[in-house]
């Protein structure tokens, strides 16, 4: 999709540090991280946020998710897992992503 910096980033016309990548997903570290660890798991396909996507997209994008932080280092100490939505759920990039934080302990609950 134009105007989308995650699809520039799929295409290669935009860097990435990335962490994996397969047909259908590309996880990547994101560029103001607030944790040792904090990597994004995004759909190759543009879907804006999580009310557009269906099962077997999120169950995809959760599984690498799992997958990736623990070969990260953070099966054991955790993370959190993030999908952020819309105004309300403080999303700022109109591409669903799962955002994985570890490496250090985390508050709770969210400002
Ligand atoms: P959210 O607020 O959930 O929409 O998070 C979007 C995240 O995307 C935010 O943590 C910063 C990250 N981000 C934005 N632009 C770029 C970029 O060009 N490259 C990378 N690696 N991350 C980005």
Redesign the pocket.
């Given at each position: 999709m134009a105007d989308c910096?995650?699809c520039d980033?799929i295409r290669g016309k935009?860097p990435?540090?990335k962490v994996y990548e397969d047909e259908e997903a590309i996880a990547?570290?994101?560029?103001?991280p607030?944790a040792p660890v904090?990597f994004?798991v995004i759909p190759k396909q543009h879907i804006p946020n999580i009310m557009e996507a269906d099962q077997s997209i999120l169950g995809s994008l959760l599984f690498k998710a799992q997958r990736l932080a623990s070969e990260l280092g953070c099966a054991e100490k955790g993370a959190r897992f993030?999908?952020?939505c819309k105004a309300h759920?403080?999303?700022?990039?109109d591409h669903l992503?799962v955002?994985v934080l570890g490496g250090r302990a985390l508050g709770w609950p969210p400002g």
């Open positions: 910096i995650f980033i935009l990435c540090k990547f570290y994101d560029i103001t607030q904090h994004l993030v999908i952020n759920g403080g999303q700022t990039v992503h955002h």
